[in-house]
């Protein structure tokens, strides 16, 4: 099982980012996937979800609005258009894999790709 992110980077205040999460060795259309940030010395936040067949979406308050999660079920790829970027958003972003059957969950995480907001 893997899970890939990439797109991270370094912008400027007001700009945007594109990313990208690759999933392989499981059945990525059964599986929600979320997108969760963590910043220096701050605890991990949920960012967005989206769920397996897309067409359902949740986002943290503090993105809403400025950030689209979306998902190709035929490319195994999720990605998190980040727009309005601000320096609060500066984190390592993880992507993950869940799914919650009667008797046991799965979660698969990603290694993360760094963001920086910074002028």
């Known amino acids: 099982v893997q899970l890939v992110e990439s797109g991270g980077g370094f912008v400027q205040p007001g700009g945007s980012l594109r990313l990208s999460c690759a999933a392989s060795?499981?059945?990525?259309?059964?599986?929600?996937i979320s997108w969760y940030r963590q910043a220096p010395g701050k605890e991990r936040e949920l960012v967005a979800t989206i769920s397996s067949a897309g067409r359902r979406f949740n986002y943290a308050n503090s993105v809403k609005g400025r950030f689209t999660i979306s998902r190709d079920n035929a490319k195994n790829t999720v990605y998190l258009q980040m727009n309005s970027l601000k320096p609060e958003d500066t984190a390592v972003y993880y992507c993950?894999?869940?799914?919650?059957?009667?008797?046991?969950?799965?979660?698969?995480w990603g290694q993360g790709t760094q963001v920086t907001v910074s002028s």
């Open positions: 993950n894999a869940h799914r919650s059957l009667p008797a046991v969950e799965y979660d698969y």
């Open positions: 060795g499981f059945t990525f259309s059964t599986y929600d």
